[in-house]
């Protein structure tokens, strides 16, 4: 099992992927494919509209998480879904293992869940007798291959063809193809058996509508459906900021989640859930549970800045078109939610303790935020974040778990002396004067800086003198240009 | 509890005025005071008169998108009271633009300079932006054929919104042939104190950046910011990679000065 604690290790990781030309490959390919798809599927769109739109339901509803939630929980329970509350992923994990205790569950298929990666389940029941089994394709090769997801929406995004092909030749004996049609439909005969014979489904949850008690789902494999009605039993979990007040509020959100993912119109499968099989109905479940994790959320939600990080729908555009993600990929950030989303978000799960690496992982270049489909301002909550690592503001004293676990007194020390020098302008210009007139001896190596371009050279005179001289009536001509 | 999103302001351009502060950034001043100078110049010769304020120092930036919003307050705030009149601050940099249009009203929310800092932020300009939008500039180009590449910064294009700017100017330049690279939209790998704490990530892609800007066939690139410029023209220099790079004002007013000045 992957744990979150390897975190720390994420400049050897990123170092092994940067050197590793058949990642760098397979994520350019990738990334390069799913940026054009989602530029082609808003064409015609209002997009800046629709965003908005998106981003005022998500805020909607966490502006009265509270009341939505108390409001979920009656309206699903009215439908016949019983609800089950977990602060930890511990407490999640042993929920769902007394539900399938308590029926004799001894299989579990599974839906794709980020939620449960991020309670490590399979792991967890694995450890209890309880067999776990991915059916999503993506999650069912990274299974296959020990792994953990690579990405939120295609977590085999990381393998090409070549290498699915090879790894289910040895798990599984399939033929090795360089045919997706072929690999894909022999996984499906794989997984069908499985279907018919398990004891209980567990799927994730895009959006839960409080005014109706709806889950709602969607997939493009058909394996969402057969995981959420073939087994007698279906077990829904999510994280407690998945609610949405009305199921209006869904229209722009799933106009949102699919074309900004995966550059689809809609998915194969949308799946609206609103109870177990009623006596006049041939088929689904008997029983359906929704477990609601908070793990951390509640946190994030007392703080008005950082609550931003709660309006994601879990599209994965922020980390297609990162362009840090795109060369190191996900495994090297070493967390549940790898990419832009996972450095503003885990921090929380895991605390800046452990994430400390995760808020400096960026350029700020903006293009998360640019692209969110619910407008979240990622790179001022990075910066946000770095201020919390720091302690960097006295006048907003930092809040979260493990704040302060980058400050060290040299580097404070730096950026003392940088304030200090640039609050005295006399001094600032007596200081870069000096420098530029010592230019000579600059040095040619500055670090990690150099170790990958020149240095840059200084100027034989300053902005500041040469236009000092110009106004002390030195003619133009004598500066030189 | 907020139920608004952050809306993205509309950018209501001034007419043009008579006069402007100038706000030239460190790395101008250190390494780059041609570009600063080209830029002074270009104003001037639209008639305006620039003034540039003796107590510039930074901006702050460095500080605060490392998280020192202490140290970059104080320094921010040293900066406030360089500029009394109304009249535009023109930066020559989308990245210290940024922060002195998009940041300071953040930075300095809750305290004394709040408004101060808002009216300073509504009347920033980046200077290409300026001199295409405000000053309606029209370029004659003196120079011989040549090809350029240009890379926008990423923060002149996305806090400062001006990525159609520089190809427009550089449109006006009859013997000027613009060359886009693949994916020119993404970033050069420089990102500040990025570059220092995550070097081998930030190499991967700076190399990549040049090697786009390469394919292109030209050997020249201008830009908008000094940090790219560092980045990609360093990198380019140190692993002879044959593109050499300038700034966008140094380029324009090379290729436009000597009949007017």
């Not at chain 2, 007419?15 to 100078?37: E, N, Q, R, S, W």
């Not at chain 2, 540039?52 to 970059?72: I, K, L, N, V, W």
């Not at chain 2, 410029?229 to 050499?244: D, F, T, V, Y």
Request: glycine residues 8%.
């Amino acid at each position: 099992m992957t744990t979150d604690t390897a975190v720390r290790d994420f400049h050897p990781r990123a170092h092994a992927a940067l050197n590793n030309p058949q990642i760098r490959a397979n994520f350019r390919k990738a990334m390069d494919g799913l940026m054009s798809k989602r530029q082609q599927a808003f064409e015609g769109w209002a997009l800046d509209t629709l965003r908005e739109q998106g981003a005022k339901a998500r805020l909607r509803a966490l502006a009265k998480l509270p009341e939505l939630l108390e409001q979920l929980e009656t309206q699903l329970t009215a439908n016949g879904i019983q609800v089950h509350w977990a602060e930890s992923p511990d407490e999640a994990c042993r929920i769902i293992r007394e539900i399938c205790e308590a029926r004799g569950a001894k299989s579990v298929i599974k839906g794709k869940s980020m939620v449960s990666e991020e309670m490590h389940l399979n792991a967890y029941l694995e450890a209890h007798g309880i067999e776990a089994l991915e059916s999503d394709l993506g999650e069912y090769i990274v299974q296959m291959a020990e792994e953990t997801p690579s990405h939120i929406i295609m977590p085999a995004i990381h393998k090409n063809t070549g290498e699915i092909s090879e790894l289910m030749h040895h798990k599984t004996g399939t033929q090795r193809s360089q045919d997706v049609e072929y690999l894909t439909a022999s996984a499906r005969q794989q997984l069908r058996e499985k279907f018919m014979r398990a004891d209980v489904g567990l799927s994730g949850v895009n959006f839960a509508v409080a005014e109706t008690g709806t889950l709602c789902l969607v997939e493009n494999e058909g394996n969402g459906r057969m995981t959420t009605t073939v087994p007698p039993c279906h077990i829904a979990v999510t994280g407690i900021e998945k609610v949405v007040e009305k199921l209006e509020d869904i229209t722009p959100l799933l106009a949102l989640l699919p074309r900004s993912a995966t550059g689809q119109h809609i998915t194969t499968y949308v799946n609206m859930i609103s109870g177990p099989r009623q006596p006049e109905e041939r088929d689904g479940p008997e029983a359906v549970h929704l477990v609601l994790l908070d793990n951390g959320r509640s946190d994030i939600y007392q703080d008005d800045e950082l609550l931003d990080t709660l309006r994601c729908i879990r599209c994965g555009a922020c980390m297609n078109h990162c362009p840090v993600y795109t060369r190191v990929g996900g495994h090297t950030y070493g967390t549940t939610y790898p990419g832009p989303i996972g450095k503003i978000l885990m921090p929380h799960l895991i605390g800046l303790d452990e994430g400390r690496h995760l808020p400096s992982a960026s350029s700020l270049c903006g293009a998360c935020g640019e692209v969110c489909p619910v407008k979240i301002p990622i790179p001022k909550l990075l910066v946000r974040l770095r201020r919390e690592a720091v302690d960097g503001d006295q006048l907003h004293p930092s809040q979260m778990s493990g704040h302060g676990v980058k400050r060290q007194r040299f580097e404070v020390m730096i950026w003392q002396s940088w304030a200090w020098l640039n609050q005295h302008p006399r001094l600032y210009r007596l200081a870069t004067r000096i420098t530029t007139r010592l230019r000579k001896l600059q040095p040619h190596r500055l670090g990690a800086w150099t170790r990958y371009r020149t240095a840059p050279r200084l100027a034989p005179k300053t902005l500041h003198e040469q236009m000092s001289e110009r106004q002390r009536g030195k003619p133009l001509a004598e500066v030189k240009r | 509890m907020k139920t608004e999103t952050a809306q993205t302001p509309v950018k209501i351009y001034p007419p043009k005025p008579d006069k402007v502060y100038f706000y030239g950034t460190c790395l101008i001043d250190l390494f780059y005071p041609d570009a600063g100078m080209a830029g002074i110049q270009l104003l001037e010769r639209e008639g305006i008169e620039v003034i540039f304020p003796e107590g510039q120092t930074c901006c702050g930036q460095p500080a605060y998108s490392s998280g020192y919003h202490d140290q970059a307050r104080s320094v921010a705030a040293s900066q406030l009271n360089l500029f009394p009149e109304a009249w535009p601050i023109v930066v020559p940099s989308g990245s210290c633009g940024g922060m002195m249009r998009q940041h300071y009203p953040d930075l300095f929310a809750d305290t004394p300079q709040s408004s101060q800092a808002n009216a300073i932020a509504a009347r920033t300009w980046e200077l290409t932006d300026f001199l295409l939008h405000v000053c309606h500039i029209q370029l004659k180009d003196l120079g011989e054929p040549t090809t350029v590449a240009m890379h926008t910064s990423c923060s002149a294009r996305r806090e400062m919104g001006v990525a159609e700017v520089g190809p427009q100017l550089l449109s006006q330049l009859a013997n000027v042939t613009l060359v886009e690279q693949a994916r020119a939209a993404e970033c050069c790998g420089f990102g500040g104190t990025f570059a220092i704490r995550h070097p081998e990530i930030s190499a991967a892609m700076v190399s990549d950046k040049a090697d786009s800007l390469v394919d292109t066939g030209a050997t020249r690139f201008v830009t908008t910011d000094c940090g790219c410029l560092m980045n990609i023209h360093g990198h380019a220099e140190q692993s002879h990679k044959p593109i050499q790079g300038e700034h966008i004002l140094s380029f324009l007013w090379q290729r436009t000065g000597e009949a007017h000045s």
